[in-house]
């Protein structure tokens, strides 16, 4: 079990029967039962609501959630991303693109 704080998540919930298998219609799984929740999780524009933050911290003069140095790491990773599709998937550490500005 992987418990990421407000969700668990439970690998292998299902198991196959494959003892009596002769065909299709006596294909069996064996599931587990438990307690679910399942919390709503509100969607919202990801670009909208930092420019939203972004206003809010220039009306109260609070930091932002994000900065800078978070927009420049952004940058980097999608530098690194493009750089590794026009490479056939190849690793490309970020450290190498800092030096290349």
Request: aromatic share 6%.
């Amino acid at each position: 079990m992987i418990n990421c704080g407000c969700i668990d998540i439970v690998p292998d919930a299902a198991q196959e029967d494959h003892a009596k298998v002769e065909n299709y219609g006596d294909f069996q799984f064996a599931y587990r039962y438990g307690d679910t929740y399942s919390p709503r999780i509100v969607e919202n524009e990801p670009l909208k609501a930092e420019c939203g933050n972004f206003v809010d911290c220039i009306r109260t003069g609070e930091q932002p959630l994000t900065d800078e140095h978070n927009g420049l790491q952004v940058v980097q990773v999608l530098e690194a991303a493009q750089r590794s599709l026009e490479n056939d998937g190849q690793s490309v550490e970020i450290a190498d693109l800092a030096m290349m500005a």
